[in-house]
């Protein structure tokens, strides 16, 4: 399973870091990932890292403003945002996933963390 995400409020401009940690024993065996919802869309695809950490992946409205890490030691993902815009405003959703995690998929058994609220203003 995933929890403890914290989220907030911040500025333009400004920076937030996104939390995830898992339980299980089989923590560094899980794709991690990061979604979000914006009021009224779809939930999108953010970013992905391997399970070694190795390779990460993002989405072109984040790349470059945006980096996720993962620590296996503490079961632990992470989501740094910097630079965030108004368009960031969403709620933000981390995954686990025993398969793949791909921009239009998930693979396999996967778990959902609780959502956390990121506002931007303007």
């Known amino acids: 399973s995933a929890a403890g995400v914290w989220g907030g409020l911040v500025q333009a401009g400004g920076s937030l870091r996104l939390f995830c940690a898992a339980s299980?024993?089989?923590?560094?065996?899980?794709?991690m990932g990061w979604f979000r919802q914006a009021p009224g869309k779809e939930r999108e695809f953010v970013a992905v890292?391997?399970?070694?950490?190795?390779?990460?992946y993002y989405a072109g409205s984040v790349k470059d403003r945006f980096t996720i890490s993962r620590d296996n030691a503490k079961n632990t993902v992470y989501l740094q945002m910097d630079s965030l815009k108004f368009d960031d405003t969403a709620v933000y959703y981390c995954?686990?996933?025993?398969?793949?995690?791909?921009?239009?998929?998930?693979?396999?058994?996967?778990?959902w963390g609780k959502g956390t609220q990121v506002t931007v203003s303007s």
């Open positions: 995954v686990v996933s025993e398969g793949s995690i791909t921009p239009s998929y998930i693979h396999g058994t996967h778990y």
């Open positions: 299980g024993r089989a923590f560094r065996s899980y794709d």
């Open positions: 890292i391997s399970r070694s950490g190795d390779t990460t």
